[in-house]
T-cell receptor, first 112, second 114 residues
Framework: DVKVTQSSRYLVKRTGEKVFLECVQDMDHENMFWYRQDPGLGLRLIYFSYDVKMKEKGDIPEGYSVSREKKERFSLILESASTNQTSMYLC???????????FGSGTRLTVV | AQSVAQPEDQVNVAEGNPLTVKCTYSVSGNPYLFWYVQYPNRGLQFLLKYITGDNLVKGSYGFEAEFNKSQTSFHLKKPSALVSDSALYFCAVSPTSGTYKYIFGTGTRLKVLA
């Protein structure tokens, strides 16, 4: 069964900390995405990547960065966590073509 | 601007009755269309997709969706709702411009009442 694995289901961090959210897929997909999900706002794209070492900003990149050193791994970095970054973070991947995203289970991050 | 609209925040339906969750889109060209379902504290799961062909698409768990090009709609349907169908449903559109960056609706919470 194909999988997208997010390293943590729940995370609590302090304001100002540097936070790493990890996402690994085992499907050899070229494209990977990071979204945040907030009630009433749906899914908002933070960053995405079409290839190794390649990244592009989504709709809300401020306060975030990403890293894709290997094809299977796409990391989201909160440079200095703030309380307004408390959210559900979802990673997804898709091959080139129209087959649809596969999502991870999500990481619920709370910044205190 | 390209967009996807799910006009209902919540849909309530009695168990055994048919259900419809609405989705309309504003995207140029011939986009790919998707429905996803999310159960509490989980990621999104793929339900079905429309790329081309028959306007009625069948998917997982007995769901189907009807594509209407003239109305730019892609409504999700099920003939007989189950309590276990209660979840958050997202419509998504992929513009066919070579990008795989989907546009998601804001979600519709489906509540099936026993």
């Amino acid at each position: 069964d194909v999988k997208v694995t997010q390293s943590s289901r729940y995370l609590v961090k302090r304001t100002g900390e540097k936070v790493f959210l990890e996402c690994v897929q085992d499907m050899d997909h070229e494209n990977m995405f990071w979204y945040r999900q907030d009630p009433g706002l749906g899914l908002r794209l933070i960053y995405f990547s079409y290839d190794v070492k390649m990244k592009e900003k989504g709709d809300i990149p401020e306060g975030y960065s990403v890293s894709r050193e290997k094809k299977e791994r796409f990391s989201l970095i909160l440079e200095s966590a703030s309380t307004n970054q408390t959210s559900m973070y979802l990673c997804a991947s898709t091959p080139s073509g129209g087959s649809g995203y596969t999502f991870g289970s999500g990481t619920r991050l709370t910044v205190v | 601007a390209q967009s996807v609209a799910q006009p209902e925040d919540q849909v309530n339906v009695a168990e055994g009755n048919p259900l419809t969750v609405k989705c309309t889109y504003s995207v140029s060209g011939n986009p790919y269309l998707f429905w996803y379902v999310q159960y509490p504290n989980r990621g999104l799961q793929f339900l079905l997709k429309y790329i081309t062909g028959d306007n009625l698409v069948k998917g997982s768990y007995g769901f189907e969706a009807e594509f209407n090009k003239s109305q730019t709609s892609f409504h999700l349907k099920k003939p007989s709702a189950l309590v276990s169908d209660s979840a958050l449903y997202f419509c998504a559109v992929s513009p066919t411009s070579g990008t795989y960056k989907y546009i998601f609706g804001t979600g519709t919470r489906l509540k099936v009442l026993a």
